[in-house]
């Protein structure tokens, strides 16, 4: 077998992946094959590069691994054309949110399985992705794939895909949902609209910059807020009878059930 992955499906995640992989050189554009029913501008940007867009299927026989990027309902039909194609030895690469491996190992009879559920932030080489596979050659091939593009987490089991997608998956848009509250509690307290949402937003760059470090999540807290000082007055009312904790663990508790109901 090549090197050659092909990528199926270049929607938001689908150009995100590839623009991580361009980006960071993860894969060489010359093994990179992408099938798209319509022109995409991270597809052409990889086709200058050297990438072949829907080349003769053919081509797909000696993929190593092919990367579904297409939403849920529509993978079992955009697979059929493939199938017959593809390397029994291809390992599948499924980012769908709730499609279980043993669905999609059978979809394509019986071939390995890795999935990984990845935010949009791959685009910079900066995502996070969650990973499982029962097939440690699988899951080794999605590692590969996915860590020069994202910051990865091992799944000991495939349930935990749920959990992992209502915390990494849904999250940024509770932090917007929280820097939204943030810029609201500001206007209250008379600042202009304009000036509260960039206070709040630049806020939330500047803390996400602190994060990087290995510094324990307290100590970030702890650096900010010291004893009896102003920002420690507003960590009391947040952390009053769990008054964050609440409504965040109910968020994900929410996130989790969804994400089982669209997978039964
Ligand atoms: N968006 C996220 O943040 C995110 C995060 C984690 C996981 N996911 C998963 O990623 C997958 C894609 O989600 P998305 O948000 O990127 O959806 P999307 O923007 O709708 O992209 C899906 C893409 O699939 C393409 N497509 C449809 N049929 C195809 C076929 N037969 N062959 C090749 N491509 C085909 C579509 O092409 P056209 O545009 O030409 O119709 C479309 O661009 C889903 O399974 C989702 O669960 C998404």
Redesign the pocket.
């Known amino acids: 077998m090549s090197n050659a992955v092909v990528l ?9 992946i590839l623009e991580g992989w361009l980006l960071t050189g993860a894969i060489d554009p010359k093994d990179l094959v992408i ?4 022109e ?1 501008p991270a597809a052409e940007k990889a086709r200058a590069l050297g990438a072949r867009i829907n080349p003769p299927l053919e081509d797909l026989t000696q993929a190593k691994a092919f990367v ?5 309902a ?2 079992a ?2 697979s059929k ?1 493939v199938l017959p194609h593809l390397n029994k030895d291809a390992v599948i690469v ?6 279980p491996e043993a669905t999609i190992s059978e979809g394509f009879e019986g071939r390995k399985v890795v999935r990984v ?4 932030g791959v685009a910079h080489g900066k995502g996070v992705a969650s990973l499982w596979s029962s097939d440690k050659a699988a899951f080794d091939l999605g590692l590969k794939l996915f860590e020069p593009i994202a910051e990865t987490a091992i799944l000991e089991s495939e349930d935990l895909m749920h959990a992992a ?1 209502a915390v990494s ?1 849904c999250g940024p848009a509770y932090f917007f949902a929280f820097t939204r509250a943030l810029a609201e509690a500001g206007i209250a307290e008379g600042l202009p609209q304009d000036v509260a949402i960039k206070l709040a937003r630049a806020t939330l760059r500047s803390a996400a910059s602190g994060v990087s470090g290995s510094e324990t999540l307290d100590a970030l807290i702890d650096r900010v807020a010291s004893p009896g000082g102003v920002t420690a007055a507003g960590l009391v009312v947040l952390n009053e009878n769990g008054a964050l904790d609440r409504p965040v663990k109910g968020a994900v508790k929410a996130a989790v059930e969804k994400s089982t109901e669209l997978s039964a």
């Open positions: 199926q499906g270049v929607g938001r995640l689908g150009s995100a099938l798209t029913p319509s995409k579904i990027g297409v939403k849920p529509k993978w039909e955009a054309a499924s980012v769908m949110a709730g499609v559920m990845p935010t949009t997608t998956g």
